[in-house]
């Protein structure tokens, strides 16, 4: 049962801080997630290779990206090889959104503080 009780908590202070997260910056965790793994990568990028790497599911992989597409921080392209395939990259607003990215502008959770301390 302890373990139930541990991770209310956990799920309490990550849901604390995805709050104070999307005050600051105006997207989600998951958005940010997709975000820097395309920064990340430094490539263009599938859905779902975005959905393997987030550790989303596809349909929520879509929904996440729709949400960032309507809101110019990425753009997609069709693929050259295959007119199937969609490729998303960070646009120039994107990448400036993931560079201010930096925990010390979100309070973070005592519970999860010691996670972010080296």
Sequence with gaps: MKTICVMRDLYKALAQF?????KVYG????EAMVLCSL????????SSAIAERTEMS???TSK???NIEDKAYIMRSLGKE???LMFFELTPKGQELVDQFVL??????PMIKPLFES
């Design 104 to 109: 010390d502008k979100v309070e973070i959770p």
């Design 18 to 22: 995805e709050v104070g997260f999307g």
């Design 58 to 60: 596809p349909s929520h």
């Design 64 to 66: 996440v990206i729709s």
């Design 82 to 84: 295959d007119k199937r």
């Design 39 to 46: 920064n990340e990568a430094q490539n263009k990028m599938t």
């Design 27 to 30: 997207v989600s965790l998951n």
